[in-house]
């Protein structure tokens, strides 16, 4: 009887829009006490825009010309809401050379002799860039409101400030909701800042955050917490997500996520509406007792 039970339970979850694509996903589902949630691109649409510019210091148009240049070079949604923000001025990108990105913090490069960096202001502080007390003051009252910001730096200046939004997907708090009705304890997993994260995880209600974590440590994350005896389910959507699905109890991957997501994680998720997160771990479970 157990195949069967397994193949009636690979059917169902196809018609509620989750792919299982081991029979191992369901024997893992039984004991999860925990789902890990990526924010960018899983809990939000991962398509950012620009809100609001900041000029610290020179001219409006040569900043965003720069902070373009390097932007070109990167393939993160936050580099292209900024070319697209750069170009909606009518202002057209200089070119960059020895372009290079950071995964988790920004990219770098250099425009016209001038070294030029962007990133999270955590980048900046690893690479000696002062941020004045007025500066860091507008920082915190964007990243409170749930923004993500970047920092442009020229010749070792801040020069701007890019406060961007991602609008969360419709779904989000229902499924959160769902999640917590079914006993399981959510956490808000993250590259950006702890304030942003706090101010979305509030939104959400979820009450466990890590956040500022970079992409080679998102999987050190789920093993910490299944080193404190938890059960992990994690759904993520990126290349930085792949090793943490892989390190997780239950691996997801919304279908919407890159290759390696997908080819990392035990359970698909087909449908963009995020209660099919608390959809699969029903089924599982469900799945799981036939079996048994
Ligand atoms: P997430 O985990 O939310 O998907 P990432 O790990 O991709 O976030 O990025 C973490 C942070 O690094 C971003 O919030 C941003 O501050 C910074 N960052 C990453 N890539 C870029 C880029 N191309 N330009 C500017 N900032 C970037
Ligand atoms: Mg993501």
Redesign the pocket.
Known sequence: ATPTALMVGVGRGASLGVLVRGQDAFEASGGIDTVVL????TLTAGEMSVDHIEIVTGERADALRYAAA??LG?E?A??QA?VTAVRDEGIEPNVADELS???????QGTVNGSPVL??????MAEQGIDIADSVAQIISTEQDAGR???VLAVDGQVTAIFALTDALKPSAAKAVRQLHKLGLRVVL?????ER?AQAVAQQLGIDEVRAD???AQ?AEVISALQADGRSVAMVGD?I?DAAALAQADLGMAVATGTDIALRSADIILVRDRLTVIPDAIRLSRATLRTIR
Do not use: C, F, Q, Y
Not at 101 to 107: D, H, P, W, Y
Not at 189 to 193: C, K, N, Q, S, Y
């Open positions: 990526d924010k960018t691109g390097i932007e990167s993160h936050i580099a900024i990105v950071m995964s988790g913090l920004g990219a962007i990133g999270s202001p955590r980048l993500t910001v970047v997993l993250t590259g950006d800042h942003a974590v970079l992409p998102k990126g930085n």
